[in-house]
């Protein structure tokens, strides 16, 4: 009897916690309206369920993107979402001296502060990828295509976000180990599909003995149309970024030539683990690596049927 009773007594403590256990809402602020946030959208909405469903409460997300990749917007959208008191933000930042103070000022009023698809400042957790590998990856990919000379061109992303930035610095870096390699300003999209399109449709017109194609974002899919308008799909091969829907139909019909690419829904994933992490106080690590796929022709059915 007695042990019957103490077990109902645990059993009755356990469901008192889960009954007064808080709600928990979390927002997450991209840099802008595009495809690719909107997989990190899905990847922390199906955590947000998983997490609320075994922790025995419900967490919400909301995701609130600025319509374009401006700076001024995207701390428009963190100042009023700070003033609504979430139980965590997670910010992809467009400018980190431009985001800085209002970020501050966020973790000020108590609120948990996490990064994703970006290095985070100090003090800060950042999730997300080698981005200086990922370039890298592209890049020697690239070369191989190429046979490791011609001109290649690099199209940045948004010039001060920090992941577009290393990207672009470190695919231009490991270019100039080539002498017979010219680099070619192959335009900045700032995060846009459409005017990654017209831009690289002005590079390709303007240099006709263009042989690669890079970039820093993913734009993938705007630049593998303009390669096709231009009638040089083979001719300038394309080993550019990222794995949405798009970009991986592109590879298919042989468009482009390959793909380094990040995994979108598992940072929006991750964001809600790690803000839950933060709003029961947690240890919280510098930067959580959610690692990269690089998709080729070769293997593009297979990363298919892995990831569906």
Sequence with gaps: MRKAALLTAFLALFAMSFATAKDLRFVIVPKAVHPWFDEVNKGAQEEATLLGKAMGIKITV???APTTADVAEQNKILENAAITKPDGIAVDPLDPSGNMQVMKEIMARGIS????????????TGIGNNFSQQAEIAAENLLKLVGYKGEIAVMQGFPTAPNHKERYDAAVAYLKKFPNVKIVDGGIDNDNLNTAQSQAAAVLA????LVGYLNCDATSAGIAAAIVEAGKVGKVKAFLLDSLKDEVDQLKKGNIDGLSATRPRVQGALSVLALYQASIGGRMPQFIDTGMDVI??????DWLKANP
């Design 206 to 209: 303007a240099h006709p003995n």
């Design 62 to 64: 909301q995701y609130i």
């Design 113 to 124: 502060l996490i990064i994703f698809d970006s290095p985070p400042p100090a003090g800060m």
């Design 296 to 301: 080729t022709k070769a293997n593009v059915g």
